[in-house]
């Protein structure tokens, strides 16, 4: 029974880290949905994310309701103003051009944060708002624990989603959203303001990758100015696990990385556990391209 | 008259809806068989099944007798099937010659090393792909504009560049789909006069999908008419204009030159 | 023979460029530091070139280049150390394993991975260099020579002015005759219309999987000079960031472009290392905040690359 607890407590790790990977993973999808663009810089938004927290926190001392809000306000802006700045004016031009500025864009914020001035290279322990609080479950004889640090992660996860939802499914601007992905085109001659959604999109994504930052930050309590790098691309593959372009496929695809991850490190080997997800994206790449609730596309 | 090609019971559908459903015919060698229907008919999806780009979900193609069914579309080309597109599909940065070059190279193969050292056989092959390609240019009216881009060309000038590269690949059944497609009246009378030429001067089988009934019933031997996905008759130019079928299926169309 | 005759002018050319850095080299007119810049030069030039026939010629996005690279590395190195054949005389027979390593490993992702469209493809590739220096990371497992995280040292010293300069230049005159044979057409062909190109009768699953071993190859060549240049190879100098490089350098010398693309080697990899020679040592941090600036700069001004003035 003991086995079988160690690996439900590494399930639910699993799903701790997943359920960051799938707050990043959303706005990668969103984008990417909307722009066909690979937005390699928005790990660093999540990086941004639990730097603005920890300066809040720790130099401010603002309390965490507060920050996140807060720090969620910050990323967002971001978000619209990299779109603004960088991309908008690359609009129509070829979309390899897009995404060379993209990667420009991640590694400016990267190794600008780096400087000593600004957040340093080194890492940096992230303030625990609360203390670590273990609660015990047993379960047809089996015992598992969480902690209410990922009872936060769930629910402020589970959060996100729900009101995502709601945007994207309940109102104008998650209509004309939908609308934009599928037709930018159509969508504009429909008197849809592209420019705005195409920002409106920015700002969620990156407000949800910020979001996942400060999760990030208070799960696991070493930020540093690469720290988006990573968890950026496992973000993205997650996306593509679960069909770039679908919002509940970023979910899934997140949790998926997540687990495997943590279920590799454990049983396996720690070095393994960048490898793993690899090679389960490139099966399924070779099983089905569009991903797991990704749509088929025809050819010719 | 010998069956070059001979379609059997095609069937495919797309996500829940029929394109086509059950279609048989054949062309026999040499003769112009025109295919016409109304819009959504499943024509082009025919074209594109019988050059492979889509596989059916049931049925059976034969090229001279041999099954082609499964065949990858390259090799359809290299069977002698060539074909030209509805939307126009050039390679648009690469020149006149280049187009047509690229066609005719496909089919008569030197090895990367012979290229790479510039053997004989290198150069002998791309002598003989500099020849015909001149020779189409020549036919189909294209001279002067041998290095100019395929994107430069006015639209009359690309499709017969498209025509052009189908007939460097050497083919005995030709696939033209609507190649009458936003010509004027005058483009049309020199399009068919060009068509009979190149069939004349290749030893052509064509089939032809085509809305403009004057440039259709003026060219071919036979029609098909095709609706919903189904053959809806089959006869000459003069039986198709009377079937009371097909004018209910073109319902308001002039079916008149 | 036909082969030297026809490339006469760029063969003198060459010829020029060479005596010229040989007499520079040789009187010691310049450290050793920029001796050792200018033949990562013509490596970088030769591992850029492979991806432009890959992507800039025939269409097929590649993000995982630098495993490439970095399996010709490893390969040429360790092949040298374990057989003891560490002198110049045997050199080029790693240097061409190192290449065939590689193009072996593509032929083998390849036949999977090119069915993938675009965005996709690229994805896959990614993937696939993290696989690769996730391997590298761990290589220690399989043999303590190859250091695993702690990096591959004591490579011998085998890299001079004379083997890159011929290596690289023979390849780049192999690429060009490729590129204009009925080869290079298709690649062509496959990058502007891959439906047309089957129509046509171009095998395009063959062609496109022959551009891709065939510049996995020149990664690898390049990758095996690499090594017994800089003598110490390190898993983080084949990551993402790498294959971002080659890709930049392809980009700015404008795909499909062989003489775009050494231009644009030389301005990159001059820029980049003429900042670290350049800048006081307290702001030379500053240096890869400013080049990610300046690459953002030139996608707006050239998006179509430094060699054409198209904007749209």
């Known amino acids: 029974m003991e086995q079988a607890s160690y690996i439900v407590a590494q399930l639910i790790n699993g799903l701790q880290l997943g359920a960051v990977y799938a707050l990043i993973a959303l706005g990668y999808t969103m984008v990417y949905g909307i722009l066909r663009l690979i937005n390699f810089a928005h790990g660093d938004i999540f990086m941004l994310g639990a730097f603005v927290a920890y300066f809040l926190i720790s130099r401010f001392g603002m309390p965490i309701y507060l920050v996140f809000f807060a720090t969620m306000a910050v990323t967002a802006l971001s978000g619209y103003l990299m779109e603004k700045i960088a991309y908008k004016p690359l609009r129509n031009a070829p979309k390899i051009s897009l995404l060379i500025t993209a990667v420009g864009v991640s590694l400016f914020l990267e190794y600008f944060c780096s400087l000593r001035s600004i957040f340093t290279p080194d890492y940096i322990g992230f303030p625990r708002p609360f203390e670590v609080e273990a609660y015990n479950f047993s379960l047809g004889g089996l015992e598992f624990a969480f902690t209410n640090v990922q009872v936060l992660i769930f629910a402020i996860t589970f959060a996100a989603l729900a009101l995502l939802y709601l945007l994207i499914y309940k109102t104008k601007q998650g209509k004309a959203m939908r609308a934009v992905s599928y037709d930018q085109e159509t969508a504009a001659l429909m008197g849809i303001n592209i420019d705005n959604i195409i920002s409106l999109t920015f700002m969620v994504g990156a407000a949800l990758a910020g979001m996942g930052g400060i999760l990030y930050g208070i799960a696991y309590p070493q930020i540093n100015v690469f720290m988006g790098i990573m968890p950026g691309i496992k973000s993205f593959i997650a996306a593509v696990l679960g069909g770039i372009g679908v919002i509940h496929g970023a979910v899934i695809g997140g949790l998926i990385v997540g687990v495997s991850e943590v279920i590799v490190s454990a049983f396996l080997s720690s070095t393994y556990r960048d490898g793993v997800i690899f090679v389960i994206l490139l099966i399924v790449l070779l099983v089905k391209p569009s991903g797991i609730f990704g749509k088929r596309i025809d050819k010719v | 008259m010998a069956v070059l090609l001979e379609v059997d019971n095609l069937k495919k559908s797309f996500g829940g809806v029929q394109a086509v459903g059950g279609i048989s015919f054949s062309v026999r060698r040499g003769e112009t068989l025109g295919i016409i229907g109304p819009n959504g008919a499943g024509k082009t999806t025919v074209f594109n099944l019988i050059t492979r780009f889509y596989t059916p979900d049931s049925g059976d193609i034969r090229l001279m007798g041999s099954s082609v069914t499964r065949l990858p579309p390259y090799k359809l080309a290299r069977l002698g099937i060539g074909r030209t597109f509805q939307n126009l599909r050039l390679f648009k940065e690469l020149t006149v010659l280049e187009n047509i070059r690229s066609a005719y190279l496909s089919g008569h193969r030197y090895s990367p090393f012979a290229g790479i050292f510039r053997t004989r056989r290198h150069l002998a092959v791309e002598e003989k792909a500099e020849i015909k390609a001149w020779v189409l240019i020549d036919f189909l009216g294209l001279s002067g504009k041998e290095h100019a881009p395929a994107a430069s060309l006015p639209y009359g000038e690309q499709r017969r560049l498209e025509l052009a590269r189908a007939l460097a690949i050497e083919p005995k059944l030709l696939l033209i789909d609507e190649p009458g497609a936003g010509m004027n009246p005058r483009e049309i009378q020199d399009l068919v006069l060009t068509l009979r030429d190149v069939k004349e001067k290749f030893g052509l089988t064509i089939v032809m999908i085509e809305h403009q009934m004057g440039l259709v019933m003026n060219i071919s031997d036979r029609i098909l008419v095709m609706d919903f996905g189904e053959k809806i008759m089959e006869g000459s130019p003069a039986q198709v204009k009377k079937d009371r079928r097909v004018i209910e299926a073109y319902l308001g169309e002039d079916g008149s030159t | ?312």
Not at chain 3, 37 to 60: D, M
Not at chain 3, 176 to 198: H, M, P, Q, V
């Open chain 3, 1 to 312: 023979m036909r082969f030297f005759l026809e490339s006469k002018k760029l063969i003198l050319l060459a010829a020029a460029v060479y005596i010229v850095l040989r007499l520079i080299f040789g009187f010691g007119l310049v450290s050793g530091y920029i001796e050792q810049i200018t033949i990562y030069v013509f490596i970088v030039i030769l591992a850029a070139t492979g991806l432009n026939v890959i992507y800039g010629y025939t269409g097929q996005f590649s993000l995982g280049h630098a495993a490439f690279y970095g399996i010709g590395a490893y390969t040429s190195a360790y092949l040298a150390s374990i057989t003891g054949l560490e002198n110049v005389v045997f050199f080029p027979a790693t240097i061409l394993a190192g290449g065939i390593a590689a193009a072996l490993v593509a032929a083998i992702i390849g036949i999977p991975i090119l069915r993938l469209r675009d965005d996709f493809l690229g994805i896959a590739t990614l993937g696939f260099g993290i696989l690769v220096r996730v391997f590298f990371d761990n290589s220690d497992k399989i043999s303590e020579t190859l250091g695993g995280s702690r990096g591959f040292t004591g490579i011998a010293r085998l890299t001079n002015l004379e083997i890159a300069f011929f290596v690289t230049v023979f390849l780049l005159l192999v690429t060009r005759n490729l590129i204009t044979s009925r080869y290079g057409l298709f690649w062509r062909c496959i990058k502007e219309d891959e439906t047309a190109s089957a129509s046509v009768g171009i095998d395009t699953a063959r062609m496109k999987l022959m551009a891709f071993v065939y510049g996995c190859f020149l990664a690898g060549v390049a990758g095996a000079l690499y090594a017994h240049l800089y003598t110490f190879l390190h898993p983080s100098n084949f990551d993402f960031l790498r294959s971002i490089d080659f890709l930049i350098i392809v980009i700015l010398g404008g795909m499909g472009n062989i003489a775009g693309t050494i231009y644009a080697g030389l301005l990159w990899v001059g820029f980049i290392e003429g900042l670290r020679i350049v800048l006081p040592a307290n702001i030379l941090d500053l240096r890869w905040v400013f080049i990610p600036l300046l690459l953002i700069v030139l996608m707006m001004w050239r998006p179509y690359g430094l060699m054409t003035k198209r904007k749209s």
